[in-house]
T-cell receptor, first 112, second 111 residues
Framework: DQQVKQNSPSLSVQEGRISILNCDYT??????FLWYKKYPAEGPTFLIS???IKDKNEDGRFTVFLNKSAKHLSLHIVPSQPGDSAVYFC???????????WGAGTKLIIKP | DAGITQSPRYKITETGRQVTLMCHQT?????MFWYRQDLGHGLRLIYY???????DKGEVPDGYVVSRSKTENFPLTLESATRSQTSVYFC??????????FGPGTRLTVT
């Protein structure tokens, strides 16, 4: 049973437009959520995170929104750039036990 | 170089062989993790360690052994490799927080 789901295996977006990546979770004990970015043949790199006490966190072009009632979070990238083409993983943890549960990832392709 | 390194980067081994994947970090992070990544799955936690000489099982520990005699090293051993252990393995570390820092990965093929 997947506790963290990314239902879109891939997403294609025009350069300069907004990219929206979605993530759903089932475990109500999760209180911290993270987004990671991964290029081929490299390890994942941390992008942005959000605590369950917030509903929005921004860092430059990246914004994460959390809807606790819907158990849904999304990552917005504005504007999308060619270097954003990568696989994006959503991950969650409960009560700072540092064990992350990961979604299957969404491959983002930015078209010129 | 500072950071987290994994060796080897690529490994081909035969079924039944023992193989050890190495992970080394220079940050003196307390926590270290081993994950495997397979198509259709996210990263799945194999084992983790909160400090030297403290290790615990993750989601998919069967067939794997870990040790952590020094803070900076966290080797993962496949005692008798099986084809189902063909995967990409990632090591990660963190001082005390959820933002984990990952190594470049080891691609393991078991024939």
């Amino acid at each position: 049973d997947q506790q963290v789901k990314q239902n879109s295996p891939s997403l294609s977006v025009q350069e300069g437009r907004i990219s929206i990546l979605n993530c759903d979770y089932t475990n109500s004990m999760f209180d911290y959520f993270l987004w990671y970015k991964k290029y081929p043949a490299e390890g994942p790199t941390f992008l942005i995170s959000i605590s369950s006490i917030k509903d929005k966190n921004e860092d430059g072009r990246f914004t994460v929104f959390l809807n606790k009632s819907a158990k849904h979070l999304s990552l917005h990238i504005v504007p999308s750039q060619p270097g954003d083409s990568a696989v994006y993983f959503c991950a969650a943890s409960a009560y700072s036990n540092y064990q992350l549960i990961w979604g299957a990832g969404t491959k983002l392709i930015i078209k010129p | 170089d500072a950071g987290i390194t994994q060796s080897p980067r690529y490994k081909i081994t035969e079924t039944g062989r023992q193989v050890t994947l190495m992970c080394h970090q220079t940050w003196s992070h307390s926590y270290m993790f081993w994950y495997r990544q397979d198509l259709g799955h996210g990263l799945r936690l194999i084992y983790y360690s909160a400090a030297a000489d403290i290790t615990d099982k993750g989601e998919v520990p069967d067939g794997y052994v870990v040790s952590r005699s020094k803070t900076e090293n966290f080797p993962l051993t496949l005692e008798s490799a099986t084809r189902s252990q063909t995967s990409v393995y990632f090591c990660a570390s963190t001082m005390a927080g959820n933002e984990q820092y990952f190594g470049p990965g080891t691609r393991l093929t078991v024939t």
